[in-house]
């Protein structure tokens, strides 16, 4: 069975400090994994994925996550926050044939001044 | 234009009544899903449909149906809804993933109802 878990639901930093949202997995497959972003009353925005080639996977916006197997994570991280890094982060993993996707719950990011 | 387009955007309606919410996608894609978005739980898949004649049931489809009238529409019916039907509801395309190379969901902006 596939889920994943994002650790924190809430998350404040100060604009140009790293960002760092937590996400582990679990799943009966190797993974497809991905982050996407959600402004605030806007769709989904894919941010990064990882399918089995890279460990280390950049998106856009300047973000990366890294697919950690010995921990099952995949965690998002960003050097600098931007006051437009605000948003809703959702982390999702893949069955091994795409069928479905297993969303995280969410970390929201707010970015202080 | 968008891609992936939800009708209506916003809807208030009341219990017992009929709701259909729309999803059309111009991607070509064969693969369309419906989700719903309630906080603090993630999004939920409530029906998924590989193409026109392939529906599947998602993990809370209970009191939703669906139809999938052509590659491009997957429409999302509440033959009764009832208050805890409230949420932000989501469509989303996929392509069929032959290679397991890539397999990015694309979504709609999202239909907010509310169930009064």
């Known amino acids: 069975a596939q889920s994943v878990t994002q650790l924190d639901s809430h998350v404040s930093v100060s604009e140009g400090t790293p960002v760092l949202l937590r996400c582990n997995y679990s799943?009966?497959?190797?993974?497809?994994l991905f982050w996407y972003v959600q402004h605030p009353n806007k769709g989904l925005q894919l941010l990064l994925k990882y399918t089995s080639a890279a460990t280390l996977v950049k998106g856009i916006n300047g973000f990366e996550a890294e697919f950690k197997k010995s921990e099952t994570s995949f965690h998002l991280t960003k050097p600098s926050a931007h006051m437009s890094d605000a948003a809703e982060y959702f982390c999702v993993v893949s069955d091994g044939n795409f069928n479905k996707f297993y969303f995280g719950s969410g970390t929201k990011l707010n970015v202080k001044p | 234009d968008a891609d992936v387009t939800q009708t209506p955007r916003n809807r208030i309606t009341k219990t017992g009544k009929r709701i259909m919410l729309e999803c059309s996608q111009t991607k070509g894609h064969d693969r369309m899903y419906w989700y719903r978005q309630d906080p603090g739980l993630g999004l939920r898949l409530i029906y998924y449909?590989?193409?026109?004649?392939?529906?599947n049931k998602g993990e809370i489809s209970d009191g939703y149906s669906v139809s999938r009238q052509a590659q491009a529409k997957f429409s999302l019916s509440l033959e009764s809804a009832i208050p805890n039907q409230t949420a932000l509801y989501f469509c989303?395309?996929?392509?069929?993933?032959?290679?397991?190379?890539?397999?990015?969901?694309?979504f709609g902006p999202g239909t907010r109802l509310t169930v009064l």
């Open positions: 449909s590989f193409d026109v004649k392939d529906i």
């Open positions: 799943s009966s497959y190797s993974p497809s």
């Open positions: 989303a395309t996929s392509a069929p993933n032959r290679v397991r190379t890539s397999d990015t969901q694309y």
